[in-house]
């Protein structure tokens, strides 16, 4: 069905034929091709284009801190990155990125990111930015993602931070949206991080979504002497082997992390 639109307010589909005339696409091969990314090639190695990854965070964490460290570092070593943001207002996770000092708006002017607003239409409340998701019908963000999905580069980095608000009570449907999700982006040969809060939902969704995905790891609160620690953990990656060993999370006065092996 067609829509008519003011210009102030285009729809999902002419954004997206605004940044296919814009991106340029990469023709390199995807074959043996790999990602090395801050933070996680430490437990992992060399990420293959095509993996996705669930990441099982504690709600409590820093892990918000932890994905946005990765996505300003695979953007500073040249790659392209598309941020589903679906936990927070988007400006916040560009105060995170400033924090980092990276000003993460050069890069959204010239293509290079992307923050997609999830949350604004979760939140059901509207949103300014570009790049937005126009209703919280998962049917209809599924086709979203499917029209956008072929505009983007191998070897893209995908984050979907949190998908737990969008899985909330409606777990069984969204298990199904998510089958058609890590499809899509498998088949474009990108990375794909989504990450799921812990104790939010029934077991057996969390068994459904660990089978879908290729790789697993957790960032966890942890007890140590009479402190509480931020603590990262894989738990696997199809293959090849991970470095399965717990590690805290270190944050400096810029909120950069960096790892420490636990002893």
Request: hydrophobic share 40%; glycine share 4%.
């Amino acid at each position: 069905m067609c829509k008519k639109v003011s210009v102030d307010n285009p729809p999902l589909e002419y954004l997206i034929r605004d940044r296919l005339l814009s991106i340029s696409l990469s023709t390199r091969s995807v074959e043996n091709a790999s990602l090395q990314l801050p933070i996680l090639s430490e437990l992992f190695g060399r990420i293959p284009y095509g993996r996705v990854i669930l990441a099982m965070y504690d709600p409590d964490s820093q892990y918000d801190s932890l994905m946005v460290n990765v996505a300003a570092g695979h953007l500073q070593s040249g790659g392209d990155l598309l941020y589903l943001v679906s936990s927070k207002p988007v400006q916040e996770i560009r105060q995170q990125f400033h924090i980092l000092d990276m000003n993460v708006e050069d890069y959204e002017a010239k293509d290079k990111a992307v923050l997609f607003d999830v949350y604004s239409t979760q939140m059901s409340t509207k949103s300014t930015e570009k790049y937005r998701s126009l209703a919280a019908n998962l049917n209809d963000v599924s086709i979203a993602i499917s029209e956008s999905a072929p505009q983007w580069p191998a070897g893209t980095l995908v984050i979907g931070e949190s998908f737990s608000n969008m899985a909330l009570n409606q777990e069984d449907m969204f298990a199904k949206f998510s089958r058609k999700m890590v499809s899509v982006w498998r088949n474009q040969g990108t990375v794909l991080i989504t990450g799921l809060a812990v104790d939010l939902h029934p077991p057996s969704f969390y068994q459904q979504m660990k089978l879908l995905t290729d790789g697993i790891f957790e960032v966890c609160l942890t007890e140590r002497g009479d402190e509480i620690i931020n603590t990262i953990r894989a738990r696997s990656l199809k293959g090849q082997t991970a470095d399965t060993k717990r590690r805290q999370i270190l944050f400096d006065d810029r909120m950069k992390a960096s790892l420490r092996m636990l002893q």
